[in-house]
């Protein structure tokens, strides 16, 4: 065993003291000369500092010595907190024999950060432990991009080498049995508190590996705080909620990071908690608060490529469930087929998203995913399909200041002709900009007041509440009469 914590007496954990260099290094001598630093190691303000090139020749000397010492198999073995414990005092004796003089911040800083790289993500870990952070975007050893309140902005954080990147890609995605390598060099998985991961490798990845990942938010969003944030208006929130209550099916549209997986997570809100709910995810995202849920995840093929099972299995499968509602997290492929018949077929309520830009984008959307998957059906009928099985589309973009807004809550009506025909409920207008970018703008109803779902709603006992709902989002011209449908 190794370290005193476990009572051993010998042998020392430092094995080779004489091996190591007494004098100081330079780099040592010149951290010598740099002023301490506040001690603000908090992991917030840790990777906000710009550390120095002999931060790191010191902590590559450090860490080297660390890993000649100690038995990183038995470390595995221990209680995280202890393991910490462990290479703390390791670390500390390190810095003593070679004569390293460090401030107290310094030395807690470096503490800190060797432990993050021998027990968990390394120079992500203050990055991690942020929860104002959307997503972290790794390009490289060199490179990180956070995106905080909408804006993205890179960061100091950076990794000694691509290796020692792909080695931290490689301790996330094998958490979820997966491996990544030049062999397979595309992965998804899931870091333990939730967050969603992707990595890409070399030689896919030009200039080293390329780690993204969509942080887990701890405190999920719900429909009333997006309505704080100015995501929707109070009357918008009133009608999302009835459409869920009402059992509406609902397709939200958005682009890449929009917020469609956290507006389809606060539509689940309204769904009564004695309705059998079927999740189908390609990475685990949703979290339904109501008790009778059944989560399902799909799965990528094994090395041997084999054992893959795709979204549109998943959906197949559920059918079999005897689900009440079926949300699927993002319709991509022919699942689409399978989703809309299931919308047809008495799983009212069923609820998706899918990437597109605006609403008649994702009609066209739905019906190329159809065509894609080789259904051989014409385009007016797989139109019907969609016309006969989708009621609700709710747009969201991620403005240009970041800020992310419901665009449109629009109503699939039917077809004319062999158009498809769709009425805007309520909208979003961008009316400007103030003096710090921030864009101004304002949700109005379209002056629809008997919308197509009015009788669901009636059927349901909401219609008042929408009726008041619709009125009240109503904005007037000046000649006192509500704004119509300015995007028909
Ligand atoms: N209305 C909102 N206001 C502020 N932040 C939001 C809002 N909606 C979502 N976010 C944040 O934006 C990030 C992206 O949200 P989300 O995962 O819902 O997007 P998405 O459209 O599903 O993305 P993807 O296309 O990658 O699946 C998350 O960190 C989330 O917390
Ligand atoms: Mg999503």
């Known amino acids: 065993m190794f370290g005193k914590r476990t009572g051993d007496t010998a042998p020392r954990r430092v094995q080779k003291p004489a091996a190591l260099p007494a004098a100081p290094t330079a780099a040592a001598s010149e951290m010598r000369q740099t002023p301490p630093k506040p001690p603000s190691y908090a992991a917030q303000a840790a990777e906000q500092r710009r550390h120095s090139e002999e931060y790191y020749d010191v902590k590559t000397t450090v860490f080297n010595a660390l890993i000649d010492t100690i038995d990183l198999t038995q470390l595995a073995k221990l209680e995280i907190a202890s393991a910490r414990e462990e290479i703390r005092d390791i670390v500390s004796e390190i810095i003593q024999i070679k004569n390293v003089v460090m401030s107290i911040a310094e030395q807690e800083e470096l503490l800190e950060d060797i432990c993050n790289d021998v027990l968990g993500y390394g120079p992500l870990e203050p990055l991690l432990a942020r929860d104002d952070i959307a997503d972290i975007m790794v390009n490289g050893a060199n490179l990180t991009y956070i995106e905080v309140a909408g804006k993205v902005q890179p960061t100091n954080v950076r990794f000694a080498d691509n290796l020692q990147l792909m080695n931290i890609c490689q301790r996330i995605v094998s958490q979820v049995g997966r491996r990544v390598d030049e062999s397979s060099p595309i992965c998804d998985a899931r870091l333990p508190d939730g967050s969603r991961v992707n990595v890409i490798a070399p030689p896919l990845a030009i200039d080293g590996p390329a780690l993204t990942i969509r942080k887990f938010k701890r405190d999920r969003l719900n ?266």
């Not at 209550?245 to 507006?263: A, D, E, F, H, Y």
């Not at 389809?264 to 189908?280: F, K, Q």
């Not at 087929?337 to 609403?359: E, I, K, R, V, Y």
């Not at 080789?374 to 019907?384: A, H």
């Open 223 to 488: 429909l009333a705080q997006l309505s704080k944030m100015g995501t929707i208006t109070p009357e918008g929130k009133t009608i999302l909620e009835i459409i869920g209550r009402v059992r509406c099916n609902v397709l939200i549209s958005g682009g890449t990071g929009s917020g469609k997986t956290t507006l389809l997570n606060c539509l689940t809100g309204s769904i009564a908690h004695d309705e059998r709910i079927i999740t189908c995810e390609d990475s685990a995202e949703l979290q339904l608060q109501q008790p009778h849920v059944v989560r399902l995840e799909t799965r990528p093929p094994n090395l041997e490529g084999e054992g893959e099972i795709k979204m549109r299995d998943l959906v197949r499968n559920c059918l079999r469930m005897r689900p009440e509602r079926i949300i699927v997290g993002e319709v991509r492929g022919p699942e689409a087929f399978d989703l809309l018949q299931a919308m047809n077929t008495g799983h009212d309520g069923s609820m998706g998203t899918l990437h597109s830009n605006s609403p008649r984008e994702a009609i066209s959307r739905l019906e190329s995913m159809i065509m894609m998957g080789g259904f051989q059906l014409p385009v007016r009928t797989i139109r019907e399909m969609i016309t006969g099985s989708v009621d609700i589309i709710v747009q969201v973009a991620r403005l240009r200041d970041g800020s992310r807004k419901v665009t449109h809550i629009t109503e699939v009506l039917g077809m004319e002709g062999d158009v498809v025909t769709l009425q805007n409920i309520l909208v979003y207008d961008i009316t400007g900009e103030d003096a710090n970018g921030r864009i101004l703008g304002r949700h109005r109803s379209t002056g629809i007041a008997r919308p197509r779902f009015w009788e669901r709603a009636q059927y349901f006992g909401e219609e008042g509440k929408l009726a008041e709902a619709l009125a009240s989002a109503e904005v007037l011209d000046e000649s006192g009469s509500p704004l119509g449908d300015l995007n028909a």
